[in-house]
């Protein structure tokens, strides 16, 4: 008797979502960067119990076509490329096609939809099984929730770590998202309250203010350079105001917030010795490149990327923030501010 066979779809999703919903954060950034990809203006996420209990995304995008929404849920479906060529220029944050049913299959999700030109359309999955289908209002957006993560595999959610950790993973991928999107009016509130408001007027140093604070922000400089490939720009911290980890350094490339050590490295080279052992800046820096240059099909979460030029883009940066820093320095500081 054979003993091979191919593994259902639920059991294929849930081994899916292993690599793509690590923890209740990972579930923010995939819909969050759902809503940013579908032209939303205004992003408000509500999150219970640290995520464990439920997400809330709401946005005023583009929504979902009623004849595709049981579809977005399949997995590899997605609106965002379709050929191999499209693969290599991609400009939206997601095309995998793998976290709307890598969730599903993990929780209890309802999503409200509507292109606002009909009636919208209301799909509840629970566990990766479609519930129900029906009519829902005619709002121009997405509202989707995700509750009870991880309810069956309790594995995972043995995993996670307390409350306050999962809840600063959150904060962090929100503030990175709102750093990266300036136009974009975000707002995120934990059990009722709110941690997070952005105007979505398109000021990356009123972001930053919200942020970090009005004072800390008063401590950044703006800087901007190019070369043939790159264009960079952005906010980095003078040497009076570094805090003890690198984690502070946000790399946004092409818009898509990423992991990558050698363009924080090249930051923090920009600062020659003027930095204290052990004392990390914070900055801001917008890559802008030919999305040919870069693959950000490495991993499932898409965070880490491969850069081709990698020691050109890192030489633009080092050098672009040693000057600012330098012009800096030539003022003195009581005319500051
Ligand atoms: P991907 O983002 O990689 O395409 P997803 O599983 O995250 O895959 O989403 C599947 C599809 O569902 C998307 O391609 C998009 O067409 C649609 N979609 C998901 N979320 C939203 C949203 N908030 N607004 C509009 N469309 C959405
Ligand atoms: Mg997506």
């Known amino acids: 008797m054979a003993k091979i066979h191919e593994l259902s779809d639920v059991l294929a999703d ?16 995939e819909l969050v960067e759902n809503a940013i990809d579908a032209h939303s203006t205004q992003i408000d996420i509500l999150v ?3 995520g464990l209990k439920s997400i809330e995304i709401v946005d005023n995008g583009d929504g979902i076509e009623n004849e595709d929404v049981a579809m977005a849920f399949q997995r590899h479906a997605t609106s965002k490329i379709t050929t191999r060529e499209d693969l290599f220029k991609v400009r939206s944050l997601g095309f995998r096609g793998e976290a709307l049913p890598s969730i599903a299959s993990v929780a209890d999700v309802i999503l409200q939809t509507s292109t606002g030109q009909q009636t919208g359309t209301q799909i509840h999955i629970k566990g990766g ?16 929730s995700v509750k009870d993560l991880f309810y069956n595999t309790p594995a995972r959610l043995k995993y ?16 990175r998202l709102a750093l990266s999107y300036p136009n974009i009016a975000f707002t995120l509130s ?39 490939d790159f264009e960079i720009s952005g906010y ?26 050698q363009i924080t ?3 923090i080279e920009g600062y020659g010795s003027k930095l204290m052992v052990g004392r990390y800046p914070v900055a801001v820096v917008n890559v802008k490149m030919d999305p040919l240059l870069v693959d950000v099909n490495v991993h499932p979460a898409k965070q880490e990327v491969r850069i081709s030029q990698e020691s050109q883009l890192q030489k633009l940066i080092t050098t672009t923030i040693f000057k600012v820093l330098s012009k800096e320095n030539l003022i003195p500081s009581a005319v500051k501010n």
């Open 14 to 29: 849930q081994i899916a979502a292993g690599e793509v919903v690590e923890r209740p954060a990972s579930v923010v950034k």
């Open 48 to 50: 219970e119990q640290a």
């Open 129 to 144: 099984v479609q519930l129900e289908q029906l009519p829902a209002a005619l709002r121009k957006g997405t509202d989707i």
């Open 160 to 175: 996670m770590k307390s409350p306050q950790t999962e809840l600063a993973n959150i904060t962090d991928i929100v503030n």
């Open 190 to 228: 934990h059990d009722g309250r709110e941690l997070l408001r952005t105007s979505g007027r398109g000021s990356l140093q009123q972001v930053i203010a919200g942020i970090y604070g009005v004072q800390n922000a008063r401590k950044m400089v703006s800087f901007h350079g190019a070369d043939v």
């Open 236 to 261: 980095t911290s003078l040497p009076e105001f570094t805090r003890a980890s690198r984690q502070y350094i946000s790399v946004l490339l092409n818009g898509r917030y990423v992991k990558n050590f």
């Open 265 to 267: 490295k090249a930051i």
